[in-house]
Protein backbone atom coordinates (compact mmCIF):
# COMPACT_ATOMS: atom_id res chain seq x y z
CA UNK A 1 0.00 0.00 0.00
CA UNK A 2 1.20 3.94 -0.46
CA UNK A 3 2.94 5.48 2.29
CA UNK A 4 0.26 6.10 5.39
CA UNK A 5 0.41 9.64 6.11
CA UNK A 6 -0.84 12.17 8.64
CA UNK A 7 -2.30 14.69 6.11
CA UNK A 8 -5.93 15.15 7.18
CA UNK A 9 -7.30 15.56 3.46
CA UNK A 10 -5.39 12.36 1.92
CA UNK A 11 -5.32 8.56 3.09
CA UNK A 12 -1.94 7.74 1.83
CA UNK A 13 1.11 9.66 -0.42
CA UNK A 14 2.79 7.82 -3.41
CA UNK A 15 6.21 9.41 -4.54
CA UNK A 16 7.34 8.60 -7.83
CA UNK A 17 9.44 11.70 -7.32
CA UNK A 18 11.41 12.73 -4.53
CA UNK A 19 12.85 16.18 -4.61
CA UNK A 20 12.46 19.99 -5.35
CA UNK A 21 13.42 23.27 -4.85
CA UNK A 22 11.91 26.80 -4.06
CA UNK A 23 9.74 28.58 -6.21
CA UNK A 24 7.65 31.33 -3.35
CA UNK A 25 7.37 32.34 0.05
CA UNK A 26 5.10 29.10 0.65
CA UNK A 27 8.16 26.85 0.55
CA UNK A 28 10.04 29.02 2.66
CA UNK A 29 10.01 26.07 5.49
CA UNK A 30 9.25 23.55 3.06
CA UNK A 31 8.29 20.35 5.81
CA UNK A 32 9.40 17.79 2.92
CA UNK A 33 12.74 19.11 2.37
CA UNK A 34 12.83 19.01 6.39
CA UNK A 35 12.14 15.60 6.28
CA UNK A 36 14.55 14.85 3.71
CA UNK A 37 17.31 15.84 5.58
CA UNK A 38 16.17 13.46 8.27
CA UNK A 39 15.56 10.75 5.65
CA UNK A 40 18.79 11.24 4.60
CA UNK A 41 21.00 11.24 7.34
CA UNK A 42 19.63 7.69 8.51
CA UNK A 43 20.94 6.54 5.19
CA UNK A 44 17.80 6.15 3.40
CA UNK A 45 18.62 4.76 -0.46
CA UNK A 46 15.61 6.68 -1.59
CA UNK A 47 16.78 9.98 -0.31
CA UNK A 48 20.66 9.35 -1.40
CA UNK A 49 20.59 12.60 -3.83
CA UNK A 50 19.56 14.51 -0.80
CA UNK A 51 16.73 16.95 -1.92
CA UNK A 52 17.92 17.29 -5.47
CA UNK A 53 14.91 16.05 -7.63
CA UNK A 54 15.14 12.13 -8.20
CA UNK A 55 13.47 10.24 -10.63
CA UNK A 56 11.93 6.44 -8.87
CA UNK A 57 10.84 4.48 -11.86
CA UNK A 58 10.82 1.58 -10.01
CA UNK A 59 7.72 3.38 -8.01
CA UNK A 60 6.03 4.08 -10.80
CA UNK A 61 3.64 0.81 -10.84
CA UNK A 62 3.24 0.65 -7.05
CA UNK A 63 -0.68 1.82 -6.93
CA UNK A 64 -1.36 -1.04 -9.32
CA UNK A 65 -0.38 -3.37 -6.35
CA UNK A 66 -3.17 -1.67 -3.96
CA UNK A 67 -6.36 -4.08 -4.51
CA UNK A 68 -8.33 -1.78 -2.10
CA UNK A 69 -9.20 1.74 -3.28
CA UNK A 70 -8.05 4.58 -1.47
CA UNK A 71 -7.43 8.31 -1.81
CA UNK A 72 -3.30 9.37 -2.77
CA UNK A 73 -1.73 12.47 -2.21
CA UNK A 74 0.88 12.30 -5.52
CA UNK A 75 4.17 13.30 -4.41
CA UNK A 76 4.24 14.66 -0.97
CA UNK A 77 7.97 14.94 -1.51
CA UNK A 78 8.18 16.86 -4.49
CA UNK A 79 6.30 18.84 -7.31
CA UNK A 80 4.67 16.78 -10.12
CA UNK A 81 5.54 19.83 -12.77
CA UNK A 82 9.18 20.73 -11.67
CA UNK A 83 11.44 21.65 -14.79
CA UNK A 84 13.97 19.00 -13.70
CA UNK A 85 10.95 16.02 -14.88
CA UNK A 86 10.79 15.69 -17.77
CA UNK A 87 7.11 15.22 -19.56
CA UNK A 88 7.73 11.37 -20.51
CA UNK A 89 7.91 10.65 -16.97
CA UNK A 90 5.12 12.76 -15.75
CA UNK A 91 3.08 11.30 -18.84
CA UNK A 92 3.86 8.00 -17.03
CA UNK A 93 2.78 8.55 -13.59
CA UNK A 94 -0.31 10.16 -15.61
CA UNK A 95 -0.85 6.61 -17.52
CA UNK A 96 -0.65 4.89 -14.17
CA UNK A 97 -3.24 7.32 -12.31
CA UNK A 98 -5.73 7.02 -15.86
CA UNK A 99 -4.98 2.80 -14.95
CA UNK A 100 -5.77 2.33 -11.51
CA UNK A 101 -9.61 3.82 -11.16
CA UNK A 102 -10.41 2.45 -7.61
CA UNK A 103 -8.12 5.01 -6.60
CA UNK A 104 -8.22 8.58 -6.29
CA UNK A 105 -5.32 10.87 -6.87
CA UNK A 106 -4.72 14.23 -5.45
CA UNK A 107 -1.85 16.35 -7.37
CA UNK A 108 -0.84 19.58 -6.21
CA UNK A 109 1.52 22.07 -7.54
CA UNK A 110 3.16 25.23 -7.07
CA UNK A 111 4.30 25.53 -10.94
CA UNK A 112 0.86 26.57 -12.23
CA UNK A 113 2.97 27.82 -15.21
CA UNK A 114 4.34 24.47 -16.56
CA UNK A 115 1.02 22.62 -15.53
CA UNK A 116 -1.01 24.57 -17.99
CA UNK A 117 1.56 24.36 -20.61
CA UNK A 118 1.43 20.54 -20.54
CA UNK A 119 -1.95 19.78 -19.70
CA UNK A 120 -3.14 19.02 -23.31
CA UNK A 121 -0.57 16.56 -23.39
CA UNK A 122 -1.51 14.29 -20.45
CA UNK A 123 -5.17 12.06 -19.99
CA UNK A 124 -7.13 13.35 -17.52
CA UNK A 125 -9.22 10.54 -15.73
CA UNK A 126 -11.93 11.32 -13.58
CA UNK A 127 -9.94 9.68 -10.55
CA UNK A 128 -7.44 12.58 -10.93
CA UNK A 129 -8.34 15.78 -8.84
CA UNK A 130 -5.61 18.47 -9.67
CA UNK A 131 -4.90 21.50 -6.84
CA UNK A 132 -2.75 24.50 -7.10
CA UNK A 133 -0.93 26.10 -3.98
CA UNK A 134 -1.84 29.61 -3.24
CA UNK A 135 -0.11 31.13 0.23
CA UNK A 136 -0.73 34.79 -0.17
CA UNK A 137 -1.93 37.28 -2.73
CA UNK A 138 1.37 37.55 -4.84
CA UNK A 139 0.89 34.05 -6.13
CA UNK A 140 -2.80 34.66 -6.88
CA UNK A 141 -2.33 33.53 -10.75
CA UNK A 142 -1.86 29.94 -9.88
CA UNK A 143 -5.43 30.20 -9.94
CA UNK A 144 -6.25 31.21 -13.56
CA UNK A 145 -3.70 28.61 -14.25
CA UNK A 146 -5.69 25.65 -13.04
CA UNK A 147 -8.81 26.87 -14.34
CA UNK A 148 -7.77 26.10 -17.58
CA UNK A 149 -6.84 22.40 -16.59
CA UNK A 150 -9.45 19.34 -17.79
CA UNK A 151 -9.33 18.04 -14.41
CA UNK A 152 -12.41 16.23 -12.99
CA UNK A 153 -11.86 18.26 -9.76
CA UNK A 154 -10.08 21.33 -9.05
CA UNK A 155 -8.96 22.25 -5.87
CA UNK A 156 -6.82 24.98 -3.66
CA UNK A 157 -4.12 24.65 -1.22
CA UNK A 158 -4.15 27.92 0.85
CA UNK A 159 -1.65 26.75 2.90
CA UNK A 160 0.03 27.98 4.79
CA UNK A 161 -1.79 30.71 4.57
CA UNK A 162 0.57 33.66 5.34
CA UNK A 163 -1.64 36.44 3.94
CA UNK A 164 -5.07 37.76 3.32
CA UNK A 165 -6.89 35.77 0.15
CA UNK A 166 -10.05 38.20 -1.16
CA UNK A 167 -12.16 37.92 -4.04
CA UNK A 168 -10.71 34.61 -4.45
CA UNK A 169 -12.05 33.20 -8.13
CA UNK A 170 -13.81 30.27 -7.43
CA UNK A 171 -15.34 29.73 -10.68
CA UNK A 172 -14.33 26.21 -11.93
CA UNK A 173 -12.85 25.16 -8.66
CA UNK A 174 -14.45 22.57 -6.72
CA UNK A 175 -12.50 22.02 -3.18
CA UNK A 176 -10.58 24.65 -0.96
CA UNK A 177 -8.28 24.11 1.55
CA UNK A 178 -7.11 25.76 4.53
CA UNK A 179 -4.25 25.82 6.94
CA UNK A 180 -1.86 27.74 9.16
CA UNK A 181 1.88 26.73 9.00
CA UNK A 182 3.48 24.47 11.71
CA UNK A 183 6.85 23.49 12.33
CA UNK A 184 10.35 25.48 13.17
CA UNK A 185 9.58 29.18 12.27
CA UNK A 186 6.08 28.58 11.54
CA UNK A 187 4.67 31.94 10.24
CA UNK A 188 1.15 33.18 12.10
CA UNK A 189 -2.45 32.48 10.48
CA UNK A 190 -5.17 35.63 10.98
CA UNK A 191 -8.59 34.05 12.14
CA UNK A 192 -10.04 36.54 10.39
CA UNK A 193 -8.03 35.71 6.89
CA UNK A 194 -10.11 31.77 7.18
CA UNK A 195 -13.58 33.20 8.09
CA UNK A 196 -13.25 35.26 4.76
CA UNK A 197 -12.35 32.45 3.02
CA UNK A 198 -14.84 30.12 4.33
CA UNK A 199 -17.44 32.75 3.38
CA UNK A 200 -16.50 33.30 0.09
CA UNK A 201 -16.14 29.45 -0.29
CA UNK A 202 -19.97 29.24 1.17
CA UNK A 203 -21.01 32.10 -1.01
CA UNK A 204 -19.47 29.99 -4.09
CA UNK A 205 -20.95 26.59 -3.09
CA UNK A 206 -17.51 25.11 -2.81
CA UNK A 207 -16.85 22.61 -0.04
CA UNK A 208 -14.41 23.77 2.40
CA UNK A 209 -11.54 21.96 4.54
CA UNK A 210 -10.01 23.52 7.38
CA UNK A 211 -6.76 21.50 7.76
CA UNK A 212 -4.55 23.21 10.53
CA UNK A 213 -4.56 26.32 12.80
CA UNK A 214 -0.63 24.98 12.78
CA UNK A 215 2.09 26.06 15.92
CA UNK A 216 -0.19 29.40 17.00
CA UNK A 217 -3.63 29.28 18.12
CA UNK A 218 -5.34 32.11 18.13
CA UNK A 219 -6.72 33.03 21.74
CA UNK A 220 -10.16 33.58 20.61
CA UNK A 221 -10.23 30.02 19.43
CA UNK A 222 -8.29 28.31 22.73
CA UNK A 223 -9.75 27.26 26.06
CA UNK A 224 -8.32 26.91 29.22
CA UNK A 225 -5.85 24.33 28.95
CA UNK A 226 -4.18 26.50 26.61
CA UNK A 227 -3.90 29.68 29.69
CA UNK A 228 -0.36 28.58 30.43
CA UNK A 229 1.06 28.53 27.19
CA UNK A 230 4.17 31.29 25.96
CA UNK A 231 1.51 33.95 24.12
CA UNK A 232 2.63 36.07 21.03
CA UNK A 233 0.97 39.27 20.47
CA UNK A 234 0.73 40.44 16.59
CA UNK A 235 -0.30 43.63 15.74
CA UNK A 236 -3.05 43.10 13.33
CA UNK A 237 -2.09 43.98 9.57
CA UNK A 238 -5.92 45.48 8.89
CA UNK A 239 -5.64 47.55 11.99
CA UNK A 240 -2.90 49.01 13.77
CA UNK A 241 -4.80 49.69 16.90
CA UNK A 242 -5.85 45.77 16.82
CA UNK A 243 -3.52 43.42 18.88
CA UNK A 244 -4.35 39.73 18.50
CA UNK A 245 -2.91 37.48 20.89
CA UNK A 246 -1.92 33.90 20.10
CA UNK A 247 -0.81 30.56 21.95
CA UNK A 248 2.30 28.94 21.38
CA UNK A 249 1.53 25.39 21.02
CA UNK A 250 1.80 21.97 19.23
CA UNK A 251 0.00 20.90 16.09
CA UNK A 252 -1.93 18.89 18.01
CA UNK A 253 -3.06 20.71 20.51
CA UNK A 254 -3.81 23.59 18.42
CA UNK A 255 -6.23 21.15 16.81
CA UNK A 256 -8.49 22.38 13.26
CA UNK A 257 -11.39 23.89 14.74
CA UNK A 258 -13.15 27.10 13.58
CA UNK A 259 -15.99 28.65 15.23
CA UNK A 260 -16.73 25.90 17.27
CA UNK A 261 -16.62 23.21 14.78
CA UNK A 262 -14.51 21.34 12.32
CA UNK A 263 -14.60 22.10 8.28
CA UNK A 264 -14.34 18.68 6.39
CA UNK A 265 -16.08 19.40 3.40
CA UNK A 266 -15.10 17.07 0.25
CA UNK A 267 -16.14 17.35 -3.11
CA UNK A 268 -19.21 15.55 -4.66
Keep these: MGDKTKIEWTDASWNPVTGCSKVSQGCKNCYAERMTKRLTAMGSDRYRNGFRVTLHPDSLDEPRKWKKGRVVFVNSMSDLFHDDIPLSYIQRVFSTMRDCPHHTFQVLTKRSERLAELASNLPW ?7 VSVEDSRVMHRIADLQNVPAAVRFLSLEPLIGPLSEISLNGVHWVIVGGESGPKHRFIQVDWVRDIKRQCVSANVPFFFKQWGNLLPKCHANCSHEHAPQLK ?7 EKINIYFRVVKKAAGRSLDGRTWDEYPA
Excluded: E, K
Design 125 to 131: PGNVWMG
Design 234 to 240: IQSPHNP
